[in-house]
């Protein structure tokens, strides 16, 4: 179906090849997972899929893609839209109509097809995605996981053999997330669509794939069946790391490891109850922030009601909530951008706030990350050594690079250095976690973990693990209203929705005596002497 | 929002553009002014109100500039201190430089809130625009809404990273804000950039495309249409042999409203 080979790229303005010698086959019907630190070549990867690379994004490209016997030199990404569908990082990007029918008729208007077709066409996609209720709704009054659904079924209408999808996950809740990858299970078994799908979450994708592929500085460096490839490969040196429950269990010598919660609740229950747990440790300052009974609305509908929160030095609290919950209003209340219509805000006048927004490209103006941080600190009016910043993100080797020619997650990361180097009291962060790798999110949880001793820290993210290893207090608003603020343990252990993998495996091992509120593997010290018994011949050769 | 014949608002704004830079006198600019007013008071446009409120700033720095440069242009002085000089005669070609702009304004506010971009696309192919043309039309009017979503957050991340315009002067106002409108140029960039690629992999431009929904005229649509259309040789004819602007520009006020009131009635 498609087959690389030989094939080297370079940017026109890089100076390094972007992809080194990559040479595979990929059959009908697979579900191939790319997985790779952020810039290891995923992207680029996918581009040369659906022809972007050579027609769009111009280098040096060596070496020959066929998608479906054609050569991508050949045929332009517009005439290989019928049999490849994209979806691109942003969503958000990729739609150009006013209403969802329209958004989905376009592809089917270019290829010339009749009134009818296309309305059958758009019926059967708006199926397919579970969006039949949105098919007159305007664009831009749906949400973002709406806007990926509505993405994803306009790169169906074609009834494409080769869905190529980058992070398609990244910005949803997780519900939404989870629809999302329903969809793609669904086109995978049962219309036998080859997905390809470039992601970091891969609690939620890895059980769910045939195939992963790995990348690493351009190149491929292991391929094959899921548990095989992370068994073998030391995943954490890659920058990708390990789904939770795979992760422990490696920690713990069990080999191969569980791929989903179901087969974990078997494999890790002696080694659970056979570690000690974690007490979690912190400590509290002066208050530095209240809100008061605050409401607050842009035009009519109030997007917060009635909301309470105090925020004291030292602490960490996670903001989680379905998309349009109203988190980002709160994070902007916090921040003084925005006052709310009703009740009060007190805030120390001697403390400075700042905010990382979710889409770090707005953060940057400058041509390198260097004056970045330093415009911020002028900004700021604070005098301060810029370079500590960049060495405990691990980011010093960008210092010179400009900020919009990183990959994802070092933009990221460059975003938060270039506001958390004037050290703000209050650092808020709105979705940081999205496009990092497993690396870069390891050294920004330790990152945040030494900021917190002295400031303090506002977290909105979908990312549960990620929320659990940070945020002592977790904060869910639902429909703007705070529905729960209480320590993380209380507010995710045995929830449905917010609940961590591992914190799955270990609530349904609870009668058993495994303590049920191990939430990530910081909560659990490994004893060592616990019986592997339970991982016996049968359930080997099963695997 | 009351939707008309997005055929008739393109016609209907070419027709509005070219008598807004054609026309010499305030009465005919006013009224043209006061066309566009009527036809957006029928469509009720969001994007309507944000042109205007935008475009009112620049509005301002036209009157001042046309009233600076003139340097007192005619015999009726009003008003003198140094070199300024401000005239009757000034004043009105001023204001007329005015209204010219806000009547332009005014129209494509009308047509953003009224002809949506999938519309748009079947207009021009109507009218055989080349397509390269087209795809840069598509990306400006997708990039538009967003871009005002994104100068707010940027302006939200100065604001916060501690960027203060208040208490200093207008030079250092602008020299401080010369961040922010980096910041969201090359926004603008990378938002076009992720469009046109869009605009590939949905295999944008084809010469094979077919519309879903055809755009038709009705007669009295049609008519409108060449009503609109006959205006821009009337206007030559009539201006030059008998003087008589006031004439066609009437008419165009007329059809304006009848164009759009009927459809947005039905």
Partial sequence: MIRFSNVYFKYSLNDDFALRNISLKIEQSEFLLVVGDSGSGKTTFLRCINALIPHFYHGIFKGDVTVNGISTRDKSPSELASIVGTVIQTPQNQVLMTTVEREIAFPLENAGYSEDIISVRIEEALELCGINNLRHRKISELSGGEIQKVVIAASLVHRPKILVLDEPISQLDPKSAEDILNILKHLNEELGMTVILAEHRLDRTLHMVDRVIVFDKGTIVADGEPRMVFSKTDMNALGVGYPPVMGIALKGGIRPPPLTVKEARKYLKNLLLNSKIREPAFRTGAELFKLQDAWFKYTQKWILKNVNLGLKRGEIIGILGHNGAGKTTLAKLIAGLYHPQKGKVLRRKDIRVGMVFSNPDIHFSQDSVEDELKLSLRLAGVKKDHSKILQSLNIEHLTKRNPRDLSGGEKMLTAIASVAVSEPDILILDEPTLGLSYKHKATLIEFLKRYAKNKSIVIISHDVETIAKIAPRILVLSHGTVIADSNARDIMCGSFVFSTQLNRVAQSLADEGVDSLILTDNDIELSGAYDKSTLNGKERRSQ | ?266
């Fill in chain 2, 1 to 266: 929002m009351r939707v008309p014949n997005p055929f008739v608002i393109f016609v209907w704004l070419c027709v509005v553009v070219f008598l807004s830079l054609a026309v010499l006198s305030l009465i005919s600019v006013l009224t043209l002014f006061a066309a566009t007013l009527v036809v957006a008071l029928f469509v009720h446009g969001d994007e309507w109100k944000i042109y205007m409120k935008y475009s009112t700033i620049t509005a301002s720095l036209i009157l001042c500039f046309n009233l600076l440069l003139s340097g007192g242009w005619g015999n009726n002085v009003l008003f003198k201190y140094y070199f300024i000089t401000i005239s009757s005669e000034s004043l009105l070609f001023s204001l007329m430089m005015v209204f010219k702009f806000l009547a332009i304004v005014s129209a494509f506010g009308v047509f953003s809130s009224t002809v949506r971009i999938e519309d748009l696309i079947t207009v021009l192919e109507r009218l055989r625009i080349p397509d390269k043309a087209l795809v840069t039309a598509v990306i400006s009017l997708s990039v538009f809404p967003v871009l005002t979503k994104d100068a707010k957050e940027i302006t939200e991340v100065f604001y916060v990273r501690g960027m203060n315009c208040e208490k200093k002067s207008m030079r250092d106002r602008i020299k401080a804000r010369m961040p922010l409108l980096i910041s969201l140029a090359e926004t603008a960039l990378e938002r076009g950039m992720d469009l046109a690629q869009t605009l590939e992999l949905r295999g944008y431009p084809s010469r094979k495309r077919n519309p879903w929904k055809k755009i038709k005229l009705q007669l009295y649509e049609k008519i409108i249409v060449l009503i609109l259309v006959s205006l821009v040789p009337a206007y030559f004819t009539l201006a030059y042999f008998f003087r008589l602007q006031m004439l066609e520009i009437f008419s165009v006020m007329l059809t304006s409203i009848a164009a759009i009131s009927r459809r947005c009635v039905e």
